[in-house]
């Protein structure tokens, strides 16, 4: 056989392969997972990955999505806030995949904005954060500040009758500007500002005794004192623990968390850190018939009745459930017309309400304040009576009182409703 036949016979079996290859991707749906699977914040998001592993495998067994299966891409940014930027432009450029789910401090959420609006991508982002930001390529389905640190400081102030706060929080951009809108807000209602305290410690902080013993001081001035808490990720353990061992008790400065949720409580004897709180949109404790088939579902996928569910696995399933609906109003996985096809739809949450998608491209969503039992679970000690809708811009922050977004009408993520300009994002 000649040189030129054999080439002639590679060339063929390039393009079979090549073909093949192509017909296969066209029977599949590609799905990105883009969740921390190590360093310092896999404690919470490792069980975000598992809950959309769980979702796909469901709706696998039902026939796929639009006649196609549905094929995970799990990458691990490994709490690397420029990795994740370089992943989730694997995942759009390389992988192909039609969504992406994942993020979860908003740091990490910031490195990847620009690479989803370069590539037109889609990312549902399911933990709670800062606000003060709206783009037309994400689906926030966390809680906005006035879906959950707003209502959490009002129930501190109007049940607790907290005087003095303790702003406590990880080094980034959610704690800064959530403590901001919060401070904001609290002199609004005439809270001195010698009487907000404000700390930040980087990711995987451990040595919680001084700072502890600050809050201590601070709070033994004679007024009711709380402990906001914007700490992130497994710096939490020793954090709580440290409270315990200074002997601080809810009854003493209650804290009042808004990262802290089963998953994290998990691994601690919360014995001591009974009667501490926490501002969720759910917890595992709720029971409705739609969150015992979820726990039940979990637990079966998981091979453990003993692993917890929290908010943003619940935020993670809204967020799957809003995208295949969306894909199977439109017929397609076209990113342009599954965005257009979101605002509005809505399904069910898992505490008995429903989840909407708004012009703003956030959903509502109820407010929960719950208590740590001895078990490591919340009782639920307060509720909105409906759902919440998330406010992307915060009314509290003078430069934000006339911004919106809206993504439907004005198509701009920066609307002020004063001037009627868009200024860009």
Not at 272 to 289: C, D, E, I, K, Q
């Amino acid at each position: 056989m000649t040189l030129k036949h054999l080439l002639s016979r590679s060339l063929i079996l390039v393009a079979a392969v090549a073909a093949a290859s192509t017909a296969s991707a066209a029977g599949v749906i590609k799905v990105g997972v883009l969740h921390s699977l190590s360093g310092t914040m896999a404690i919470s998001e490792e069980p975000l990955k598992d809950t959309i592993l769980m979702m796909i495998a469901e709706q696998n067994r039902k026939g796929g999505l639009l006649g196609k299966k549905l094929v995970p891409v799990v990458v691990d940014p490994a709490s690397n806030w420029p990795l994740f930027a370089e992943k989730a432009q694997e995942l759009l450029e390389k992988d192909k995949v039609a969504v992406v789910f994942g993020c979860w401090t908003s740091v990490s959420r910031k490195s990847v904005l620009p690479v989803f609006e370069k590539d037109d991508g889609l990312l549902f982002y399911p933990v709670q954060w800062e606000g003060e930001e709206s783009s037309r390529n994400i689906i926030y389905t966390g809680a906005t500040p006035n879906q959950q640190a707003i209502p959490a400081v009002e129930y501190l102030m109007n049940q607790m009758h907290v005087k003095r706060w303790a702003l406590i929080g990880t080094d980034y951009v959610y704690p800064r500007t959530t403590n901001k809108i919060l401070q904001a807000y609290l002199e609004a209602h005439g809270v001195n500002p010698s009487d907000i305290m404000v700390r930040y410690t980087p990711f995987g902080f451990s040595d919680w005794q001084s700072i502890v013993a600050e809050i201590k001081t601070f709070g033994s001035e004679g007024e009711k004192t709380a402990v906001v808490s914007t700490i992130n990720g497994d710096a939490n353990v020793p954090f709580y623990k440290e409270l315990a061992n200074q002997h601080i008790t809810a009854e003493d400065i209650p804290v009042m968390a808004f990262s802290v949720g089963e998953q994290e409580l998990s691994g601690l004897d919360t014995r001591p850190l009974v009667g501490h709180l926490a501002a969720w949109n759910y917890f595992m404790s709720v029971r409705t018939p739609a969150n015992r088939a979820m726990i039940k579902q979990w637990h079966a996928y998981i091979g453990s009745d003993k692993r917890v569910f929290n908010d943003p696995m619940e935020a993670s399933v809204i967020g799957f459930r809003l995208w295949v609906k969306a894909v199977e109003k439109a017929h397609t996985t076209n990113v342009d017309k599954v965005i257009a096809t979101l605002p509005g739809l809505k399904v069910a949450n898992l505490t008995g309400g429903t989840a909407e998608v708004l012009p703003n491209h956030m959903i509502t969503k109820p407010v929960l304040i719950g208590e740590i039992r001895p078990n490591g679970q919340f009782d639920v000690v307060w509720k909105t009576p409906g759902e919440v809708p998330g406010e992307a811009w915060s009314r509290y922050l003078a430069a934000d009182k006339d911004v919106i977004a809206d993504w439907v009408h004005a198509k701009c993520g920066h609307y002020d409703t004063a001037t009627k300009v868009c200024s860009g994002q």
